[in-house]
């Protein structure tokens, strides 16, 4: 099993607080498509395409330095996608952000044992935010569940997925409060979780798709839900 990622340096021009840097390198993954005619039909069109992490290094004071250079991973199953990417990427400069390096790597899994998110999952329940004061920890797992078998459907025929059964063996939400994400003139909240993961082949094909395309939902506006595995 692998999944396709990028490693994206880039240099701010202006200081940055944590809580914004999810939607501000959305919007500059989104703009470096517009480049791209093709890249600019897959930003129109509604399917998952990737998910992407948090600028590193973390800086304690959580504000992130003008002139600093810093770097985030965008992951994908689909690597024409990524290659494309790349290119559009490469030196694009907006919203802040200029793209100094890409690197492109092909990241191999044998076994999943365990995922745990690096950023909140977001998920909706009747359009408000899933929180473990109103709502159950099944509820959430299942909602997961159900997030991946999307996943696995959208690429099912190309890659010869089937349907499976929960693929969540336990779950342990890590926070003890809501996290926020700052979108748009919003406030989303998420939680971050640690799975274990059941060892069927299907279970293990969900897994795979939360580390590359991310748990749950905003994957690809705000990297939600980005996962590391044991």
Not at 108 to 127: A, G, Q, R, W
Request: hydrophobic share 40%; glycine share 4%.
């Amino acid at each position: 099993m692998n999944f396709y990622e990028l490693r994206i340096k880039v240099k701010l021009s202006m200081n940055m607080n944590f809580v914004e840097i999810p939607y501000n390198i959305g919007v500059f993954i989104n703009n470096s498509m517009l480049k791209s005619a093709l890249l600019k039909k897959f930003h129109e069109e509604k399917f998952y395409k990737y998910v992407y992490d948090n600028f590193y290094p973390i800086e304690r004071d959580k504000i992130y330095k003008k002139d600093k250079v810093y770097f985030f991973r965008l992951r994908s199953m689909n690597i024409q996608l990524l290659n494309k990417m790349a290119i559009a990427i490469y030196n694009h400069e907006y919203n802040n952000i200029k793209a100094i390096d890409v690197d492109l790597k092909v990241q191999e899994v044998d076994k999943i044992n365990e995922i745990y998110t690096l950023k909140p999952v977001i998920v909706t329940i009747d359009s408000k935010p899933w929180l473990k004061e109103k709502n159950s920890v099944d509820l959430l797992m299942k909602r997961l569940n159900d997030n991946l078998e999307k996943k696995l459907n959208q690429i099912g025929e190309k890659c010869g997925f089937r349907k499976s059964e929960m693929f969540v063996n336990e779950m342990k939400i890590l926070n003890k409060c809501p996290m926020k994400y700052k979108y748009k003139s919003i406030n989303l909240l998420g939680n971050k979780v640690q799975i274990k993961v059941n060892q069927d082949e299907f279970s293990q094909k969900k897994a795979l798709l939360a580390l590359a395309l991310g748990l749950g939902e905003k994957g690809s506006s705000l990297g939600a839900g980005f996962c590391n595995y044991k």
